[in-house]
Nanobody
Framework: QVQVEESGGGLVQTGDSLRLSCVASGPTFNTYAMAWFRQVPGKDREIVASIRWGGGAKFYADSVKGRYTISRDTVRNTARKTIYLQMNSHDPDDRGVYYC????????????WGHGTQGTVSS
């Protein structure tokens, strides 16, 4: 069974940078994509960025384009997949709980989720 775990959240000031990491462990050989989502209290969870494992195609939400970079570990490992989210030029709207998720080949949605890591921005 695949498990996902995030790390790297914390408190930053406006304009600062933060890097999140996510590790999917277990039988990850059939990973189609992994992604970062963000949730703010009272709002729906929204996708921030995603990356496909085959080919490496990336997607970014308009609110983070040019500031965030998603990347993945290039080491071939069928039991572990790692992605990162480099977040630059933070502003208060970037606050929230950041979740990592994994999508399996042949599935239309992300099925495995981490518990989230808090990102807080102080002005």
């Amino acid at each position: 069974q695949v498990q996902v775990e995030e790390s790297g959240g914390g408190l930053v000031q406006t304009g600062d940078s933060l890097r999140l990491s996510c590790v999917a462990s277990g039988p990850t050989f059939n990973t189609y994509a992994m992604a970062w989502f963000r949730q703010v209290p009272g709002k729906d969870r929204e996708i921030v960025a995603s990356i496909r494992w085959g080919g490496g195609a990336k997607f970014y939400a308009d609110s983070v384009k040019g500031r965030y970079t998603i990347s993945r570990d290039t080491v071939r490992n069928t039991a572990r997949k790692t992605i990162y989210l480099q977040m630059n030029s933070h502003d208060p709207d970037d606050r929230g709980v950041y979740y990592c998720a994994r999508q399996r080949i042949g599935r239309e949605s992300y099925e495995v989720w981490g518990h989230g890591t808090q990102g807080t921005v102080s002005s």
